[in-house]
């Protein structure tokens, strides 16, 4: 049983430093796909809230709509977030790892 959580959580970080590696070095596109993959692949995976805030204050333009912050990343890691979760309640995938 340790032995399974152990495997869980160093996959799990090693992902998180992954995506962080694809924030820094990648388009923002591979760090879109990646945040979405890791969304569907982790449980509670609140990281992606904290790569996109990464995100926003590297990359992000202020917009106009929110007061000139920058939240784009942001607001959809977060809309994802909460949609993927709701989704992932209603949908069956196999437990491989």
């Known amino acids: 049983m340790r032995e399974s959580f152990l495997k869980k959580n160093l996959i799990r ?3 998180g430093v992954c995506l962080f590696f694809s ?3 990648f388009p923002w596109w591979i760090t879109t796909l990646a945040s979405l993959l890791f969304l569907f692949r982790f449980e509670g995976c609140y ?3 904290f790569i996109a805030f990464i995100a926003d204050s590297l990359y992000g333009r202020p917009l106009l709509y929110f007061f000139n ?3 784009g990343f942001f ?3 977060f809309l994802s977030f909460v949609a993927i ?3 992932k309640r ?3 995938f196999p437990r491989t790892i």
């Open 13 to 15: 970080i090693f992902s």
């Open 90 to 92: 209603y949908t069956v």
């Open 69 to 71: 912050l920058n939240i």
């Open 75 to 77: 607001l959809g890691a």
């Open 47 to 49: 990281e992606i809230l």
């Open 23 to 25: 924030l820094l070095f």
């Open 85 to 87: 979760s709701y989704l």
